[in-house]
């Protein structure tokens, strides 16, 4: 088992930035590849980003916010990050992190996840 818990959210201008974090216990924090998505009310929860295990040599983005966000992690912190910057209204919705063996784009294939932090764009 992982348990997974994001911070960092919150409400801010657009044009500003923010720093997602999200906290891993339990099972060895680097064996996990890391995604985020984010899901806002009415719509579907959507692939972000993605970093593999255990350096994270590899990341991958959604072409919506491909240049403005970066992911990263620090196993020794057993923690992985979301700096969003030059963020935008359409960036507002909850945003989740979520964790399994595999590196993956869909939801779908993760087997762990995190509860969830609110981020609020405003214009």
């Known amino acids: 088992q992982v348990q997974l818990v994001e911070s960092g959210g919150g409400l801010v201008q657009a044009g500003g930035s923010l720093k997602l974090s999200c906290a891993a216990s339990g099972r060895t924090f680097s064996a996990y590849a890391v995604g985020w998505f984010r899901q806002a009310p009415g719509k579907e929860r959507d692939f972000v980003a993605v970093i593999s295990y255990p350096g994270g040599s590899r990341t991958s983005y959604a072409d919506s916010v491909k240049g403005r966000f970066t992911i990263s992690r620090d196993n020794a912190k057993s923690t992985a990050y979301l700096q969003m910057n030059s963020l935008k209204p359409e960036d507002t919705a909850v945003y989740y992190c979520?964790?399994?063996?595999?590196?993956?784009?869909?939801?779908?294939?993760?087997?762990?996840w995190g509860q969830g932090t609110q981020v609020t764009v405003s214009s």
């Open positions: 979520a964790a399994d063996i595999r590196m993956s784009e869909h939801p779908s294939q993760y087997a762990y």
